[in-house]
T-cell receptor, first 115, second 113 residues
């Protein structure tokens, strides 16, 4: 069975704090893809990153960084020096090869960054 | 300006009525998807289409129907058979091939009165 778990339902931080959003996935496939999406108050999902199962390199994009570890089936997302504009719901998702690109979403983590 | 449009933004329906949600994309994407989002939950796949005139059921297809007569359009009909249709509906599209990111529309909020 394929599954994505985001155990943190809500996180609240004060501006400039660092925050890590956890994502754990389950799949028996050797080829798969992992994604992070941001859903701001407008509710339109914004794509943040994609990783395939053969690329375990960590990635940094500005204040955002991602840590992919196959050994623990995790794909965690860290925001450094958080800002109020980072307040949103963040979703981790998994897709499998030859499954039409279907995304299996976690339940999301609602991040609130207070000034 | 390339993107995905969904209309209407808000939709109200009486019980027993069918209603159709529109989704159009001008990204020249082969694949299109419909998801449903309920409060406090992730998105769940209703239907998807990888090519014109072909579509497959997702995890929660009961009470819904779709068509894919044109590459750029993938309308979703919520039928009276759908027991609990009040939700936020999101349409997405992606380039063909495995692992491509999906791009989402702004969504339609459907409320059954």
């Amino acid at each position: 069975a394929q599954k994505v778990t985001q155990a943190q339902t809500e996180i609240s931080v004060v501006e400039k704090e660092d925050v890590t959003l956890d994502c754990v996935y389950e799949t028996r496939d050797t080829t798969y893809y992992l994604f992070w999406y941001k859903q701001p108050p407008s509710r339109e999902l914004v794509f943040l990153i994609r990783r395939n199962s053969f690329d375990e390199q960590n990635e940094i994009s500005g204040r955002y960084s991602w840590n992919f570890q196959k050994s623990t089936s995790s794909f965690n997302f860290t925001i450094t020096a958080s800002q109020v504009v980072d307040s949103a719901v963040y979703f981790c998702a998994l897709s499998r090869r030859n499954q039409g690109g279907k995304l299996i979403f976690g339940q999301g983590t609602e991040l609130s960054v207070k000034p | 300006d390339g993107g995905i449009t969904q209309s209407p933004k808000y939709l109200f329906r009486k019980e027993g009525q069918n209603v159709t949600l529109s989704c159009e994309q001008n990204l020249n994407h082969d694949a299109m998807y419909w998801y449903r989002q309920d409060p406090g939950q992730g998105l769940r796949l209703i239907y998807y289409s990888q090519i014109v005139n072909d579509f497959q059921k997702g995890d929660i297809a009961e009470g819904y129907s779709v068509s894919r007569e044109k590459k750029e359009s993938f309308p979703l009909t919520v039928t009276s058979a759908q027991k609990n249709p009040t939700a936020f509906y999101l349409c997405a599209s992606a380039a063909g091939g495995p692992g491509n990111e999906q791009f989402f529309g702004p969504g339609t909020r459907l409320t059954v009165l």
